[in-house]
């Protein structure tokens, strides 16, 4: 029971820490949804059965699908419990509650050391793709990036990588005008010829951190491979080792339409992490855990508000304590 253990004492510090962070308590509020709904049903389980049996585990199945940690993650996880339930010879169903957590975690943590932080490069500009479909808030991830980095002190440039999306390439100036950062960009024209001018003009400024926006169209997928090859051999010869990331973005309100866009984009690039907006937005915060068993890329990000400082990096010990922290 050593994980376990660790649990709680990670349950413990994290209400501690909840009094003076900003990024727990942020955690805290932007779970807030998933948690009323989650462990409020997982609570009421627990009451309706006083013993471990065979109709509890199939309602255990149901609240869990409807938070969203998907059909596959929910059957292992189920066929995981059981056989806890049977060696340890749990029938306590508010104990079963806390052996349900420490799995959860397990799923994430799985023994790997799959890291959240991003791969900065030793030397010259790190570069950082920012893939994903329209609609899900990229040009606004990248904009709370620039800030992020901007406020850590890093010189800045944004590349327009979404050429012919009409306002594309204009939004994203507005963006980097509001996050004083530089800015590169040019309409209708190949993308990737503009992101090689772009990263010679982010080699002779002493750049740190480039920012590319990309176009989001994948309803055809061949022609999206095709356009990130060429952008991907266009940064490695500009930056060798680059980009240092591709991230993903993923609007959390769209569920499992969100994990069907990171299965697809898998298969057309090599993305190093995921970005997960809006996820204060939904009641179905589980998707953290879905996306991870799904396409098993770490979630590097997660959006947790509209304001420029509610982008945070992911912490998985955050985030089991934001969603389970009334129930242990």
Same mark, same amino acid.
């Given at each position: ?59 255990l199945e149901? *609240? =869990? &699908? ?14 995981? +419990?059981? @056989?806890?339930? !049977? ?56 904009a709370k ?35 004083d950062s ?27 951190? *480039? =920012? &590319? ?14 356009? +990130?090859? @060429?952008?991907? !051999? ?95």
């Amino acid at each position: 029971m050593g994980l376990f253990n660790k649990l709680k004492n990670i349950f413990n510090n994290k209400k501690e820490e909840e009094k003076t962070s900003e990024e727990v308590k942020k955690y805290d509020e932007g779970l807030e949804k998933t948690r009323t709904e989650f462990v409020s049903k997982l609570n009421m389980l627990g009451i309706k059965y006083t013993k471990v049996n065979e109709e509890y585990f199939e309602e255990l199945e149901n *609240v =869990l &699908i409807m938070a969203d940690i998907g059909v596959k993650t929910v059957m292992d996880f189920i066929e995981r +419990l059981r @056989k806890r339930v !049977k060696q340890e010879n749990i029938t306590d169903t508010k104990y079963l509650n806390e052996v349900i957590v420490d799995e959860l975690f397990i799923i994430y943590v799985n023994n790997e050391s799959i890291t959240d932080k991003i791969n900065m490069a030793s030397d010259g500009p790190t570069v950082i793709l920012m893939v994903g479909v329209n609609g899900v808030g990229k040009t606004t991830t990248i904009a709370k990036l620039a800030h992020k980095y901007k406020s850590e002190g890093k010189r800045v440039m944004m590349i327009a990588g979404d050429t012919f999306r009409a306002g594309a390439v204009e939004q994203l100036k507005i963006w980097a005008d509001r996050t004083d950062s530089l800015f590169y960009g040019r309409e209708n024209t190949d993308p990737a010829g503009v992101i090689f001018d772009g990263l010679v003009k982010a080699k002779e400024e002493n750049v740190d951190i *480039v =920012l &590319i926006d990309t176009a989001g169209r994948l309803h055809n997928k061949v022609n999206l491979m095709k356009e +990130l090859e @060429k952008i991907n !051999k266009v940064i490695g010869n500009q930056i060798p080792n680059a980009p240092h990331e591709t991230l993903l973005v993923i609007d959390a309100t769209t569920g499992q339409n969100g994990i069907m866009q990171a299965a697809s984009f898998k298969e057309i690039t090599n993305i190093t992490g995921i970005v997960l907006t809006k996820l204060d937005g939904t009641a179905k915060g589980g998707i953290v855990l879905a996306i991870k068993e799904a396409v098993n890329i770490p979630v590097k990000f997660v959006g947790l508000g509209e304001k420029m400082t509610d982008l945070i990096p992911f912490d998985i010990e955050n985030y089991i304590y934001g969603l389970f922290k009334d129930m242990l």
